[in-house]
C-alpha cells in the first residue's frame, strides 16, 4: 500500500521532533480493542458493500467505532468514486495513492475540532482502480482504511505529529487486522465448514469457488 500523509494542524501536546516521533512509533507495538468482535462484526458487513456511498457509511462506522474503542475522536471518512491518482513510467504504473490522511488546523475556540466543528482527522480512501477504474477489492479496501485509522491513532492517540511507517506502527496495524480482520473472515470460514460433507473432503470444484469467493 502507498499512503500520504500530512498535518495541517499543529496539536500543543504532540512531540516536536522528528526523531522523537519516529522513536515513540517504535516502540509501542499493539493497538488493542476492548471489544474486537463489534469491530469484526461491521468489518464483515464492510466487505460486503462495493459502492462508494455503502462503503462511506459502513466505513464511518467502523471509524467511530474503533476509535470509540480507543478512547480518541473519530476522523472522518470521505470515499470518492474515482481513479486512484498514480504515475507510470515504461508504460507500467510506479506508484498509486489508495488512500491518505489529513489533519485540519484546530478552530481558535476548541483545539479539540477544526473550524465550523469538523474532526481535525480526514480519512480519504479512493474507490476505484488506478488504471482500469475497477471497484477496489473489499479486502483491499478494509486494509487501507485500517492502515489510516493507525496515522490517526498515532495522531490523536500517541500525541504524534508526524506519523512515520516505522516497525512498530506495522506492527500495530498488523496487530489491528488480526482483531478485526480475523473476526470478519471467521464467519467465511464457518460457512465453508458448514458445507463441508460428511467425510470433511471438500470437492474440487467448491475448493476453486472457496478460492474465488476469498480472492473477492
Not at 5 to 27: H, I
Amino acid at each position: 500500500m502507498v499512503s500520504r500523509v500530512s498535518n495541517m494542524g499543529q496539536c500543543p501536546q504532540m512531540a516536536r521532533t522528528k526523531r522523537s516521533d519516529y522513536l515513540r512509533s517504535n516502540r509501542i507495538l499493539s493497538l488493542p480493542l476492548p471489544d474486537p468482535g463489534r469491530a469484526a462484526a461491521v468489518a464483515r458487513r464492510l466487505l460486503q458493500a462495493h459502492d462508494a456511498l455503502s462503503r462511506r457509511l459502513i466505513g464511518g462506522e467502523m471509524l467511530a467505532l474503533l476509535s470509540d474503542q480507543a478512547g480518541i475522536a473519530a476522523p472522518e471518512l470521505v470515499v470518492p468514486d474515482e481513479h486512484q491518482p498514480h504515475r507510470r513510467s515504461g508504460g507500467r504504473i510506479v506508484f498509486s495513492l489508495q488512500g491518505e490522511y489529513r489533519r485540519r488546523n484546530p478552530s481558535a475556540g476548541d483545539p479539540r475540532v477544526a473550524r465550523g466543528g469538523r474532526p481535525l482527522g480526514r480519512i480519504r480512501i479512493l474507490n476505484r482502480t488506478p488504471a482500469r477504474g475497477q471497484v477496489v477489492r473489499p479486502s483491499a479496501f478494509l486494509h487501507t482504511l485500517l492502515h489510516e485509522f493507525c496515522h490517526h491513532h498515532d495522531a490523536e492517540s500517541l500525541g504524534l505529529l508526524r506519523s512515520f511507517h516505522t516497525a512498530g506502527f506495522y506492527s500495530r496495524l498488523r496487530h489491528l487486522r488480526e482483531q478485526v480482520g480475523d473476526g470478519a473472515a471467521g464467519r467465511a470460514d464457518d460457512a465453508r465448514r458448514a458445507a463441508l460433507p460428511a467425510g470433511g473432503e471438500v470437492a474440487p470444484w467448491l475448493q476453486r469457488l472457496w478460492s474465488i469467493i476469498r480472492g473477492l
